[in-house]
């Protein structure tokens, strides 16, 4: 089983992105695969085992070594700086880092802001390159409802098409920065494996620029 290659991938959307990528590169992904509640799966004809994370844990995965390669968020990279190569952008699941609340409400004042984020790492970095001072409060999910409930002046999150705010009556004040989903790689799993690495990564980058395979 040391040939194999394992793979990390977020569930949801990235993973039916991802999924669909791997299929166009020529690897062929049972039918079932798509609709699987295990946590790791096997293809044994691509010498291919993958584990299923949550989005957050997949750049752990990869750095310590239990997976060889990985999908994940730049927004996870960003947050996490884990010891691993990020080799391809995939260019799926495109989104971005932007700063939110209740209009009016962006908490410019005397006493520092409450920024709610997932993000506390990125969100401070943000903050002190625009010399503001802010205080930052770590949440792990429904971001939005903290200016709604008076917990946060603001809020640090990822938009996609912009419903969520909007349907909870949030606008938008700064974009951030651009996210995709990003191919990563433990180091010594590149240096083990480098010919199944590259062959997928060449794979991977023929059909991410539109090339013929």
Do not use: W
């Amino acid at each position: 089983m040391s040939n194999m290659l394992t793979i990390a991938m977020p569930k949801g959307r990235i993973f039916d992105e991802a999924a669909d990528l791997l299929r166009k590169a020529g690897y062929k992904l049972p039918p079932e695969f798509d609709e699987s509640r295990k946590l790791i799966l096997e293809v044994p004809a691509e010498k291919m085992r993958f584990i299923l994370a949550k989005p957050m844990d997949v750049a752990t995965y990869v750095e310590h070594g239990v997976a060889d390669i990985g999908i994940a968020g730049k927004d996870v990279m960003l947050e996490e700086e884990r010891d691993v190569y990020e080799v391809l952008d995939l260019k799926i699941s495109e989104c971005y880092l932007a700063v939110a609340g209740l209009p009016g409400g962006s908490g410019t004042g005397a006493v520092a802001p409450k920024v709610a984020t997932k993000y506390p790492g990125v969100a401070s970095s943000y903050f002190r390159e625009q010399g503001e001072q802010v205080e930052i409060i770590k949440l792990n999910g429904s971001i939005e409802l903290a200016p709604l409930i008076g917990l946060a002046d603001r809020i640090v999150d990822i938009v996609s098409t912009g419903r969520t705010l909007k349907e909870n009556g949030l606008v938008e004040f700064e974009k951030i920065c651009s996210i995709t989903s990003r191919l990563i790689v433990n180091p010594v799993s590149y240096r083990m494996k480098d010919e199944q690495i590259d062959e997928l990564v060449s794979r991977l980058s023929a059909v991410v620029e539109g090339e013929a395979l």
